[in-house]
């Protein structure tokens, strides 16, 4: 118990004395900041942090669509990945399988992409020929 007021009463210090100012007067977590909570979060600490292995935060196809068009986009290319529309969603209970529809009459491959629903991880990405 007293290990656990220690860290929260460092955090809270840390993240206290730690966020700076910018020329827009905004706050920020500092770099040290952010390196101990990318440290804490590697070294598996599961200390308020709302993704767990239960619930969902990708609870929606369009949300769905929001996180990976981006990504797709970036790497295959917007028009590409808009020519492959509509977008055929699986839905199974913790994942999305996604991928790109083509015309009938259209030689090539299309995007496959595999998300869990938990945690927006991508277990899966590619694209066909």
């Known amino acids: 118990m007293n290990h656990i007021f220690l860290s929260l009463s460092f955090v809270f210090l840390l993240f206290n004395y730690s966020c700076g100012q910018d020329s827009k007067n905004r706050i920020s977590l500092s770099r040290e900041a952010a390196e101990y909570q990318l440290k804490e979060v590697l070294a598996n600490n599961k200390l308020h942090n709302i993704i767990n292995s239960k619930d969902k935060i990708i609870k929606n196809q369009e949300t769905l669509i929001s996180v990976i068009e981006p990504i797709l986009f970036d790497i295959y290319g917007k028009e590409n990945i808009e020519d ?26 299309t995007f496959l992409i595999i998300i869990d629903k938990r945690n927006a991880q991508i277990l899966k990405m590619t694209h066909g020929k």
């Not at 492959?84 to 491959?109: A, C, H, M, S, W």
Request: no cysteine; net charge neutral.
């Open 84 to 109: 492959q529309k509509p977008y055929r969603i699986n839905d199974f209970e913790n994942y999305y399988v996604v991928n790109g529809t083509l015309d009938k009459n259209y030689v090539g491959g």
